[in-house]
Each structure stands twice: as structure tokens, then as C-alpha cells.
């Protein structure tokens, strides 16, 4: 079983940064890959960014690739989205999301069925 926190939303003008983390508690094999997916107003989720923990492969979406990373403290066993740049159509409610990491699975992160554990979510606001 798995648990994930998030927290670090907040509202933001846009060009600034926000940084999101996501505390990943329970079975680390079936937590190796982590990823960070949002929903704004009237849109579908949207996968943004993921990581492989063990080899630290991440993957973007083209929305925020050169704005966002996404990183991880092993220690703390908590991954973050460092968000910079913002602009308004980033705004969302943000998601952590992870799963075992199969084989291929960068043809897959960013299908939200794919993930099979969620976060409740943080709102990231830009104005």
C-alpha cells in the first residue's frame, strides 16, 4: 500500500515560482515511479512530469518542459515539482501519482490510468 502527500500550492503572479512536494510513504518497489499530474478548470488531467526513483530518468510534458523539474530527496522519501516561470494557464489542481515502474514506462507516465495510487492534491493558482 501506498500514501502520498502533497503539499506547496499556493497563488502565484505569473513569473513566479512555486515548489510542490509529495511524501511517498509504503512499499517502495511499488512506488519506483512517481509522477506529478494536474487538472484546470474544464480540462483533462494532464500528466506533467515523472521520475524514476532508483535511476532518476525524468520525463516532461512539452507544456513545461525548461520551466518545471522535478526531483527527489531519497532521504526524506519526498519527490518535488520546482515550478518556475508560471504563467495562468498553469493553473490546476496538482497531483502526485506512482505505480511501479514497468518495463517501457515512459511510453505510459503521462496516461492517468496507467498511475495506481494518488495524492488528494494541491491547487496552484497563477494570475
Known amino acids: 500500500h501506498v500514501q502520498l502527500v502533497e503539499s506547496g500550492g499556493g497563488s502565484v503572479q505569473a513569473g513566479g515560482s512555486l515548489r510542490l512536494s509529495c511524501v511517498v510513504s509504503?512499499?517502495?518497489?511499488?512506488?519506483?515511479?512517481v509522477a506529478w499530474f494536474r487538472q484546470g478548470p474544464g480540462k483533462e488531467r494532464e500528466g506533467v512530469a515523472a521520475?524514476?526513483?532508483?535511476?532518476?530518468?525524468?520525463y516532461y510534458s512539452d507544456s513545461v518542459k525548461g520551466r518545471f523539474t522535478i526531483s527527489q530527496d531519497k532521504e526524506r522519501n519526498t519527490v518535488y515539482l520546482q515550478m518556475n516561470s508560471l504563467k495562468p494557464e498553469d493553473t490546476a489542481m496538482y497531483y502526485c501519482?506512482?505505480?511501479?515502474?514497468?518495463?517501457?514506462?515512459?511510453?505510459?507516465?503521462?496516461?492517468?490510468?496507467?498511475?495506481?495510487?494518488w495524492g488528494q492534491g494541491t491547487q496552484v493558482t497563477v494570475s
Open positions: 521520475i524514476w526513483r532508483y535511476g532518476g530518468n525524468t
Open positions: 509504503g512499499d517502495a518497489f511499488t512506488s519506483s515511479c
Open positions: 501519482a506512482a505505480r511501479d515502474c514497468a518495463d517501457y514506462w515512459w511510453n505510459y507516465w503521462g496516461q492517468d490510468t496507467w498511475w495506481f495510487y
